[in-house]
């Protein structure tokens, strides 16, 4: 069936540096997205979300860019911190399905000091 | 965005024994809960949607009869896992639905771990 997925299971980075982590997902109708922070053994957390009728979504050091053309979205963090380290999920919705999500299989974020 | 809470955070049980978990939305009414379970490095494996004061939908291949759902009022929602066996061993975590957005706002999780 169609599902949301990643390009790459663990990503690391400098301390400071930018990070990148990328979520390709296949349900054309899908209309809305978000990305949530899992720590070790806690519960996700909600990071951003950004419906399709946008591209780019921007919070508090994150941003979340939607292309729907090749149905890819990704989470940006800027001046990547220690606190920032976990898994990162992506979510899709789709619009006649309430609150349902399907989610990705998430990136470990290990960020250097 | 909402505020969940679960109880217990960790259980160990012996096999063959039940055990509740309690889902609660602390600052909103929720018609709709969902409940998960997450394996070790794995990603969150949907088991079913609590709705209030009816019956919970289950996934595919998930046991309605293993896994009892009761969501009776519009902040609590319990997930009792009956004859639990170590191969339920799990991360249990519920989430609650925002009806102004289609958002899941996720509770802390619960560590079963059966001996």
């Known amino acids: 069936g169609e599902s949301v997925g990643l390009h790459l299971p663990t990503l690391s980075v400098q301390e400071g540096d930018n990070s990148i982590i990328n979520c390709a997902y296949s349900?054309?109708?899908?209309?809305?997205f978000i990305w949530y922070k899992q720590e070790s053994g806690k519960g996700p957390q909600f990071i951003i979300d950004?419906?399709?009728?946008?591209d780019k979504r921007q919070g508090q050091r994150v941003t979340v860019l939607l292309n729907k053309t090749v149905k890819h979205l990704s989470l940006q963090i800027a001046a990547t911190q220690p606190g920032d380290s976990a898994v990162y999920f992506c979510?899709?919705?789709?619009?006649?399905?309430?609150?349902?999500?399907?989610f990705g299989g998430g990136t470990r974020l290990m960020v250097k000091p | 965005g909402a505020v969940v809470s679960q109880h217990p955070s960790w259980v160990i049980c012996k096999s063959g024994t039940s055990v509740k978990i309690e889902c609660r939305s602390l600052d909103f009414q929720a018609t709709t809960m969902f409940w998960y379970r997450q394996f070790p490095k794995q990603s969150l494996m949907l088991m079913a949607t609590?709705?209030?004061?009816?019956?919970?939908?289950?996934e595919q291949g998930v046991e309605k009869d293993k896994f009892l759902i009761n969501h009776a009022s519009l902040t609590l929602s319990t997930l009792t896992v009956t004859s639990a066996h170590p191969e339920d061993s799990s991360f249990y975590i519920c989430?609650?639905?925002?009806?102004?957005?289609?958002?899941?706002?996720f509770g802390p999780g619960t560590r079963l771990t059966v001996l």
């Open positions: 349900n054309s109708a899908s209309d809305y």
């Open positions: 989430s609650v639905g925002a009806v102004y957005t289609d958002t899941q706002y």
């Open positions: 979510a899709e919705n789709i619009g006649d399905a309430g609150n349902m999500l399907t």
């Open positions: 950004i419906r399709s009728n946008m």
């Open positions: 609590s709705n209030e004061g009816s019956k919970a939908t289950y």
